[in-house]
């Protein structure tokens, strides 16, 4: 099984419903993260879903990330806190998320 960063970093995540700092910076996100490098922010507010559209790319310990409508590079840390759990740090604000 691979075991590089992309490879545990690909696939479908949402925010950690038992984590009160991410719930309260988020609410219920979903973020899908393909191999490819597309990555795809599904935000649900007021009973609705909005989608944000980006690429992104590894540079060790950062995922590196750009919103092709919006042109900006963004640096977030990322870590795996385990197999199932994804930790995001941006702006100086950590956010975790869980494998679905």
Do not use: N
């Not at 993260?33 to 559209?53: A, C």
């Not at 759990?85 to 956010?95: D, I, V």
């Amino acid at each position: 099984m691979d075991k590089s960063p992309l490879a545990k970093l690909a696939g479908c995540w949402e925010t950690d419903p038992v984590c009160a700092r991410t719930q309260e910076l988020y609410g219920r996100v979903l973020v899908d993260i393909s191999p490819e490098g597309l990555m795809v922010w599904t935000l649900f507010e007021d009973g609705k879903q909005k989608k944000i559209y980006l690429t992104y790319e590894l540079d060790g310990e950062f995922l590196l990330t750009d919103q092709p409508s919006h042109p900006k590079i963004e640096r977030t840390r990322y870590r795996f806190l385990d197999d199932d759990r994804l930790q995001l740090t941006y702006g100086g604000k950590e956010s975790t998320f869980r494998r679905m």
